[in-house]
């Protein structure tokens, strides 16, 4: 008869079940305020633009200046899993005066009021608050020069976009970043950040990172 596992083989095969488990969805009225961390994720908008096409929002992808990277948002997050959508007290609508003083990062007020509903409610802070907050990480975030001026379709690893991010970010380890794509483009690049908006790790964030060898970065337009 087979020998029972030792209490030490069960710990390490169940750390093994856990870790192969799909990432946790978002846990819906959780309590705002509470969670451990922050992903900032900026979205490479022409990628969004040839993606979704006709679905496209009209106010990002038909605007008078060509969009490069923008902030999708700022997203409180668990170890595992993330809050979404809690009961902040701020109301759902973002006024005009906030959206028209993000628009320059976060280029559409669809978007704008979308993530304030979703994320923004989860952070514990006020609408302007919050905001203020997305864009000082914004301004933490250095965006390496060859995709701020990107003028022809660029086929890239999605490793060198993030080496590239890391070689502009001291401090940023290959952990605490994730590029992610779709089956053709190149969509975001996800960085994690603590309260206090320095940079740390996240392996959970990081396992989602694009597998894929190339992956295509159309220009800005």
Request: net charge negative; charged share 25%; with cysteine.
């Amino acid at each position: 008869m087979p020998r029972p596992a030792s209490a030490k083989l069960k710990a390490v095969l169940f750390a093994a079940i856990a870790l192969a488990l799909p990432a946790a969805a978002g846990e819906r009225g959780a309590e705002p305020g509470t969670f451990d961390f922050y992903v900032l994720s900026l979205s490479w908008s022409p990628s969004y633009c040839a993606a979704e096409e006709e679905e496209a929002n009209a106010e990002q992808c038909d605007a008078a200046r060509p969009f490069a990277f923008v902030v999708h948002g700022l997203w409180p997050q668990y170890e595992r899993g993330y809050p979404e959508f809690c009961p902040s007290g701020q109301p759902d609508r973002v006024p005009n005066s906030l959206v028209k003083a993000y628009r320059d990062i976060v280029p559409s007020a669809g978007l704008i009021g979308h993530q304030w509903r979703k994320h923004g409610s989860c952070s514990g802070l006020s609408q302007s608050g919050y905001f203020a907050l997305l864009r000082e990480a914004r301004e933490q975030i250095s965006v390496p020069d060859e995709f701020s001026r990107l003028q022809a379709p660029l086929a890239v690893s999605p490793d060198k976009v993030e080496q590239e991010f890391l070689a502009a970010n001291p401090g940023l380890e290959p952990s605490g970043i994730a590029v992610t794509c779709d089956r053709r483009y190149l969509r975001e690049v996800r960085i994690c950040l603590t309260r206090d908006l320095d940079f740390r790790v996240c392996p959970e964030v990081d396992r989602n990172a694009c597998r894929q060898a190339n992956v295509l970065m159309p220009p800005a337009r």
